[in-house]
T-cell receptor, first 113, second 117 residues
């Protein structure tokens, strides 16, 4: 069985603050993929990143960065200099060998001006 | 990039009627599509895996006779909510993976908000 835990239900920050969204996962698979998705109020899911379990390099994309640590089974997501448009629900997901994705419960991020 | 079109985006139906939701891969072929359901302020729950040319695989607790899935072609999967009831009101999202790209990310449709009155 696989599980994804996003312990932070809601986070509220003021614009320009940095914010980190936590994601901890459980899986017995040796090969798996981790994802982050953004779901704005419109409801549509937006793919942000995919990380292979064999690739522990951290990644930076503009104001977004991801910290993958296999030793702690964590795949945290940091937004630097947050903006109001970053307000959304963010989901962390795990895809194991069977091909099915398990989602965390999501973290609602509110960025206030 | 890969695009998945989901239609309709919103639907309101009367209790007891059936509603069909389409999930179409526009620029790629998808042998496998997934259907998710999302209750307000909750995570996505996988309902079923739709396989082209064969029966769908349903997750535990999902009524296959109520949520009919048809994957008749490599670009189209449909989810029919039969005899809908207010408790079926939810946000339904499909996702698809491009055939031959087994280890890549999935593309999601824009979702369908179903309201049963």
């Amino acid at each position: 069985a696989q599980k994804v835990t996003q312990a932070q239900t809601e986070i509220s920050v003021v614009e320009k603050e940095d914010v980190t969204l936590d994601c901890v996962y459980e899986t017995r698979d040796t090969t798996y993929y981790l994802f982050w998705y953004k779901q704005p109020p419109s409801g549509e899911l937006v793919f942000l990143i995919r990380r292979n379990s064999f690739d522990e390099q951290n990644e930076i994309s503009g104001r977004y960065s991801w910290n993958f640590q296999k030793s702690t089974s964590s795949f945290n997501f940091t937004i630097t200099a947050s903006q109001v448009v970053d307000s959304a629900v963010y989901f962390c997901a795990l895809k194991g060998n069977a091909g099915k994705s398990t989602f965390g419960d999501g973290t609602t991020l509110t960025v206030k001006p | 990039g890969a695009v998945v079109s989901q239609h309709p985006s919103r639907v309101i139906c009367k209790s007891g009627t059936s509603v069909k939701i389409e999930c179409r891969s526009l620029d790629f072929q998808a042998t496998t599509m997934f259907w998710y359901r999302q209750f307000p302020k909750q995570s996505l729950m996988l309902m079923a895996t739709s396989n082209e040319g064969s029966k769908a695989t349903y997750e535990q607790g999902v009524e296959k006779d109520k949520f009919l899935i048809n994957h008749a072609s490599l670009t189209l999967s449909t989810l029919t909510v039969t005899s809908a009831h207010p408790e079926d009101s939810s946000f339904y999202i499909c996702s698809a993976r491009e055939q031959g790209r087994a280890n890549y990310g999935y593309t999601f449709g824009s979702g369908t908000r179903l309201t049963v009155v």
